[in-house]
């Protein structure tokens, strides 16, 4: 009696992504009874090595750790558009691991008096969830663990960055953390 190990991916393809791999234990016996029996076994055989061979040893996928945001912050982007200069971009990274959100905020032509990430959708006016305590550019923001709710918000893209100015007390740009 042979034993053979085999690699099989939970009843999904080989080629799409899969996080789990399981390993099970085959015994094919090897009658000489009929001429019949033979084929149905070597065509068992060569099916199991050809899955066998299409597995990496202790192979193992890993969804990824870090995701990355951008936006583009604009006078144009506030719930009442803004007619200014001034311009900018974010970037952000959340690790999913520790749940901590990194934010990295650069813009010009304009003096900030505040700034914000607030929760909402494009064009509503949202509720200040991370105010930032430093607003020269570059502006960076690092939050604490960010609980279930709130990362369900940000991994759907209803984050957006406000800054104020004296001329602007309610936003002079403002952009949508987008998840890249």
Known sequence: MASIHVCVVNNIPFCSR??????????I????????MIRIQLVIFLYIMMVAGACKKDEVIIAPTKINFTSVL????EPRPVTTSATGT???????????LTVTVIYSGMVAT????HRGKPGETGTIIFPFSVTTSPITYRSTGLPPAKEADLLNNLYYINLKSAANITGEIRGQLIKQ
């Open 90 to 100: 974010a970037t952000a990274e959340f690790d999913t691991q520790t749940k901590i």
């Open 114 to 117: 505040s700034g914000n990430i």
């Open 18 to 27: 899969v996080t789990t791999i399981f390993k099970l234990s085959k015994h």
């Open 74 to 77: 604009n006078g144009a982007n």
């Open 29 to 36: 016996h090897f009658v000489h009874s009929s001429l019949f």
